[in-house]
Each structure stands twice: as C-alpha cells, then as structure tokens.
C-alpha cells in the first residue's frame, strides 16, 4: 500500500507538488498552504498522522517552519516532539538543522534537495531565471553582450550554454584546470576566478554562481558603472552588496530562483527525487 503523504509548508513549490501528487493518485494530506490554494488540506494534527511528511526548501527560517502561505508561525522545537519515529520526513537544505533532531528524538529525516538528480533539474530554471532578470535590468540584447558567468558548477554550465546559445559573448571562470579545460571545449573564454582583476571593466553583465565572497570592493571598482551584476548563489552568496551600493553598481542577490519563477517545473523536480527516495527505501510501489 502507498503511503499517505502529507505536505507541510512551503511555497508554490510545494503547492505544485501536493497536486502532482494528487494527480498520481496518492493520497495526499497539505497543511500551511492555504494562500497558495494548495488541494486536500486539513488541520495540523490530521496531516501529522502521515505516514511521509514533506517539509519545505528551506525546512526553517529563523527557527520555525518555512511558511510563507500562511499566517500561522510552527517553532520547529514545537513540531519535532509531536512526531513518531516511524515517519520519514524529508526536507530541502536539512543541514542547517540541530542534530539533536535525530538525537533526541530518533527521527528520520532525509534531503530530497541534496540528491544530484534535483540539483541538475534545478540547474535549468534557474539559469533560465537569470537570463530573464537579467534581460529585465538590462538596456542591451544578449546577442552581442559581453557576460562573465562566475563559477564552473550545475548553474553555471547550463546558464553559460544558454547565454551562448543566445549569441552572447561568454567568458566562465573557474579554479581547477579541468573546468577550464571544459569551458575552452564549450566554445566559452577561461579565466581562473582567482585571476579577475583587470578584465572585470569588460563585461556587460556579470553572473556569480560561487557561494563564497568573490566580488569584494576591490573587485566590484573595476566593474562598469552600467555593468549589470546578478548574485545567483545561495547566503552569503558572493558579491558583497554593501560595496556596491557605496559604489553605485547595478548589484541584485537572486536566489532560490527555480520557486519565484518556474515552480511548477521545480514540484516536478522534487517529485521525482520524493519517489526515488521512496524506491530505494521500497516503500514506492
């Protein structure tokens, strides 16, 4: 027998995802999604008798359940004691989370978002995300543009082919010599990132994919004043935004893009990772 599975916060990702889940024929369970107009909702205690419990990506924001779609506030340390050790409950970006979690409570939580097939899928929306808001601030085409895509990871080698793909002007830079290798085969221009300085004044846009700090102060003054910049890493991402608003540069943080802009497409995306977690536990008939 499937399991029942109950969808606990989130935003329209998870809205998404309980009515693909609907549509499969599970038997579904939503809570904390009201405003979304997520199906099949019901009171907390009801979706906490779940067999599988979906929580949200992120799980928590400063310490209580991720829940933009609603009204009500669910401290995580008022959620966990309430749970049964037979559940399982799986979660994105788990691992901000005590590990007294399991400790003390012996529950079993996994990381739907950690698994690579997710993270590959999230690649495309979000490069696609970024070229949208990027043509959003932007006075110029692609074609013909001079863009930096900062880091050699999954964002930025699908974002690097699709900026490519539209005629821009591509540079990527990366630390290792393989993914310089690869960048030079891909038709784009290598730069070590360790190596920017002196070329930055060249770019039309420039695109951070890399989580650590890499345009400081320094660097950001050698970017154009109508250099559009775009922060597409998750905290503390790495363009230091203080810096740039103190030298008037075009600087935007955009993370989480695959949930503003494409959340149907990102449901489908943790669908599949839910049901392969599934499988390999054989609890997926």
């Known amino acids: 027998m499937k399991p029942a599975i109950a969808v606990l916060g989130g935003d329209l990702r998870q809205v998404y995802l309980s009515r693909l889940l609907e549509a499969d024929g ?7 999604l009201e405003k979304g107009g997520a199906p099949c909702a ?11 419990l979906v929580l949200p990506l992120p799980v928590w924001r400063d310490g209580a359940l991720n829940l933009p779609l609603t009204d009500t506030r669910l401290e995580t340390e008022d959620l966990w004691p309430r749970l049964r050790t037979d559940q399982l409950l799986l979660g994105g970006m788990t691992g901000e989370l005590p590990p007294r979690l399991r400790e003390d409570f012996g529950l079993t939580l996994l990381d739907y978002y950690d698994r690579e097939e997710l993270q590959a899928a999230n690649a495309v929306p979000t490069a696609e995300g970024a070229i949208a808001l990027a043509l959003e601030l932007t006075d110029r085409t692609l074609c013909g543009s001079r863009c930096l895509v900062m880091g050699f990871g999954r964002i930025g080698k699908v974002l690097s082919d699709r900026l490519r793909a539209l005629g821009a002007e591509v540079a990527v830079s990366a630390r290792k010599y393989a993914d310089l290798a690869w960048v030079r085969a891909m038709g784009c221009a290598p730069c070590r990132t360790d190596a920017l300085s002196g070329a930055l004044g060249d770019y039309d846009l420039i695109f951070n994919t890399v989580p650590a ?3 400081d102060q320094r660097l950001l003054a050698e970017t154009r004043e109508d250099c559009v910049i775009l922060d597409l890493a998750s905290a ?5 935004f203080d810096a740039a608003a103190r030298l008037g540069r075009r600087a935007q943080a955009a993370p989480g893009l695959p949930g503003k802009t494409a959340p149907r497409s990102a449901a489908a995306a943790v669908r599949e990772s839910i049901y392969h977690i599934l499988e390999e536990r054989g609890e997926y008939m």
């Open 26 to 32: 599970r038997h579904v369970m939503t809570w904390g």
């Open 42 to 52: 019901v009171p907390l205690h009801q979706a906490l008798e779940a067999r599988v």
């Open 213 to 215: 700090l890499v345009l």
């Open 236 to 240: 503390p991402g790495g363009v230091d």
